[in-house]
């Protein structure tokens, strides 16, 4: 908790009764302010998904504005063909994750399909273990239904900041047909905004568009006066979010390769260097090069040798004392062929 509290959540206020407006250090934490401010002055905003502490370092180094630990993870982590079979258990193992490796950008974790549906109550708890449990500054759900705008209206009144989420919901495939995009039709289309403008009302701070036209998505956010972060919505959102792993090019797996949306680009092929890297560690181990003398560096001395070997020899393990002292004779003239002549100028 010490370490959730050295990151200065970006939902305390920044001008307080015990002292007056800090400046912000480029290493402190974003705020939902700074990114109110940058919407003002129409700098697009960045966020990328990400689910442990690696990549959360990586998103850190880079200046990424906001993190979202999606529930995506059901897919991209464990394998599933849809985000529904992630709990709220497995959800803060990854918030907890990130938050430990991401100490700049604003944190947002995923409300876990089941969690928040059934009541105000219901929803409002899950969020509070979000961030006292996960160590994220903010929450994002999915929807617009009148449960789950009821659900975003008590998340913000119990103090809790929320990021909506309108267009493809894949929560909903089950409503929706599958992953199918939204907003193609004119009842659809006037549906997105609706439930954007909506969401805004009941006081979201953000909302994600997914997977709509792009005229959609520049109606929405020219209609409403919070930021809109787009998935495959086109350029005219406030901002842009992608899955680490997606936008790094990093799985090549079939089931993968299935799951991978149309509109993301791939920035890097970090899936080939880590295909290249596992053949080469495979084929040095089974060729006996790996590991080598440089990658060896725990040594013996020759007089704990002979005692070890006499040790083994009285224990009855006459081949295991073979060995250590083999191996040992290998180690010493493997160093004298790579260690510098120096007898003689």
């Given at each position: 908790m010490l370490r959730f509290a050295r990151r200065l959540l970006s939902n305390m206020p920044e001008s307080t009764v015990y002292g007056g407006p800090k400046p912000q250090a480029s290493e402190q934490r974003v705020t939902i302010n700074q990114l109110r401010q940058k919407y003002r002055r129409g700098d697009p905003i960045t966020m990328v998904t990400a689910y442990d502490y690696p990549s959360a370092v990586h998103i850190d180094l880079a200046g990424i504005d906001v993190c979202l630990v999606g529930d995506s993870a059901a897919m991209v982590v464990h394998g599933h063909d849809t985000t529904l079979p992630i709990s709220l258990d497995e959800m803060l193992v990854h918030c907890r994750a990130v938050a430990r490796g991401a100490s700049r950008p604003l944190l947002i974790g995923d409300l876990p399909f089941g969690y928040y549906e059934s009541s105000s109550s219901q929803a409002v708890s899950t969020a509070v273990r979000v961030l006292k449990e996960g160590g994220?500054?903010?929450?994002?759900?999915?929807?617009?239904?009148?449960?789950?705008?009821?659900?975003?209206?008590?998340?913000?009144?119990?103090?809790?900041?929320?990021?909506?989420?309108?267009?493809?919901?894949?929560?909903?495939?089950?409503?929706?047909?599958?992953?199918?995009?939204?907003?193609?039709?004119?009842?659809?289309?006037?549906?997105?905004?609706?439930?954007?403008l909506a969401l805004?009302?009941?006081?979201?701070?953000?909302?994600?568009?997914?997977?709509?036209?792009?005229?959609?998505?520049?109606?929405?956010?020219?209609?409403?006066?919070?930021?809109?972060?787009?998935?495959?919505?086109?350029?005219?959102?406030?901002?842009?979010?992608?899955?680490?792993?997606?936008?790094?090019?990093?799985?090549?797996?079939?089931?993968?390769?299935?799951?991978?949306?149309?509109?993301?680009?791939?920035?890097?092929?970090?899936?080939?260097?880590?295909?290249?890297?596992?053949?080469?560690?495979?084929?040095?181990?089974?060729?006996?090069?790996?590991?080598?003398?440089?990658?060896?560096?725990y040594k013996i001395a020759a007089d704990d040798i002979d005692g070890f070997a006499k040790e083994l020899g009285k224990l009855g393990l006459e081949e295991a004392a073979s060995a250590a002292t083999a191996a040992a004779a290998a180690d010493m003239e493997t160093v004298g062929k790579t260690s510098p002549d120096t007898s003689s100028a």
């Open positions: 994220m500054d903010a929450i994002k759900l999915e929807g617009g239904a009148p449960s789950r705008i009821s659900a975003a209206k008590a998340i913000v009144e119990a103090g809790i900041a929320v990021m909506g989420h309108v267009g493809l919901t894949p929560q909903a495939i089950s409503v929706l047909g599958g992953f199918r995009p939204q907003g193609k039709t004119v009842s659809s289309a006037v549906k997105v905004v609706e439930t954007a805004q009302e009941v006081g979201c701070f953000a909302v994600v568009m997914e997977c709509v036209p792009a005229p959609v998505a520049a109606a929405a956010t020219s209609a409403l006066q919070i930021p809109t972060i787009g998935i495959g919505a086109g350029p005219y959102c406030s901002g842009q979010v992608l899955v680490y792993h997606d936008l790094l090019g990093m799985l090549q797996h079939p089931h993968h390769a299935k799951v991978t949306p149309k509109f993301c680009k791939q920035y890097g092929h970090v899936g080939d260097v880590i295909n290249k890297a596992l053949s080469e560690f495979k084929q040095e181990v089974g060729n006996r090069v790996f590991p080598g003398p440089s990658h060896t560096p």
